[in-house]
Antibody, heavy 127, light 107 residues
Framework: QVQLAQSGAEVKKPGSSVKVSCKAS????????ISWVRQAPGQGLEWMGG????????KYAQKFQGRVTIIADESTTTAYMELRSLRSEDTAVYYC????????????????????WGQGTMVTVSS | DIQMTQSPSSLSASVGDRVTITCRAS??????LAWFQQKPGKAPKSLIY???TLQSGVPSKFSGSGSGTDFTLTISSLQPEDFATYYC?????????FGPGTTVDIK
């Protein structure tokens, strides 16, 4: 059973960047998809972007385009999410989630389930 | 973007009750619909994917149904550990989107 372990809490200044890691144990990223989801205090879940191993390139929500980068290093079974130009509204718990790849009759033809979640990483943006 | 709505936004129920939560997509998503349970301070937990397939280890009191735009999550007999917030999510197309959540609390 794959488990996802995320890096620890971060406190950042506005305008800076944060990089959160998500390491898979008990399995690999091969044949899997991984996404990042955030949750602001008292709010719901918001998908930021994700990457599917067989497609290679990441997809991002329009809201974060240009400010976020998601990569997955299969050699170390670790995924990373970097968010730049941080502002106070980015204060949230950030989760990685992984699951199996599925074929969908829509562009871009592949998606993934969200079977396993990391424990979450609290990122606080404050001056 | 596909908008996901849930109803009700919250409900109060008693132990042993049968509970049904509804999720609606703004356009057809076939059966690319998942349900998650989240307890305060914890990560979401996957309950169901493909609209009706139970995740391994999830008790059979949970069931999902629907296809296209309308979906339901049913808890057949509510237990104390089931009081939580439930989210639906479509993974049919990007951006993946979540419903706003339904909080189930104790009556």
């Amino acid at each position: 059973q794959v488990q996802l372990a995320q890096s620890g809490a971060e406190v950042k200044k506005p305008g800076s960047s944060v990089k959160v890691s998500c390491k898979a144990s008990g399995g690999t990223f091969s044949g899997f998809g991984i996404s990042w989801v955030r949750q602001a205090p008292g709010q719901g879940l918001e998908w930021m972007g994700g990457i599917i191993s067989i497609l290679g390139t990441a997809k991002y929500a329009q809201k974060f385009q240009g400010r976020v980068t998601i990569i997955a290093d299969e050699s170390t079974t670790t995924a990373y999410m970097e968010l730049r130009s941080l502002r106070s509204e980015d204060t949230a718990v950030y989760y990685c989630a992984s699951g199996h790849i599925v074929v969908v009759p829509a562009i871009p033809s592949h998606s993934h389930t969200f079977d396993i979640w990391g424990q979450g990483t609290m990122v606080t943006v404050s001056s | 973007d596909i908008q996901m709505t849930q109803s009700p936004s919250s409900l109060s129920a008693s132990v042993g009750d049968r509970v049904t939560i509804t999720c609606r997509a703004s356009q057809g998503i076939s059966n690319y619909l998942a349900w998650f349970q989240q307890k305060p301070g914890k990560a979401p937990k996957s309950l169901i994917y493909a609209a009706s397939t139970l995740q391994s280890g999830v008790p059979s009191k949970f069931s999902g149904s629907g296809s296209g735009t309308d979906f339901t999550l049913t808890i057949s007999s509510l237990q104390p550990e089931d009081f939580a917030t439930y989210y639906c999510q479509q993974y049919y197309t990007y951006p993946f989107t979540f419903g706003p959540g339904t909080t189930v609390d104790i009556k």
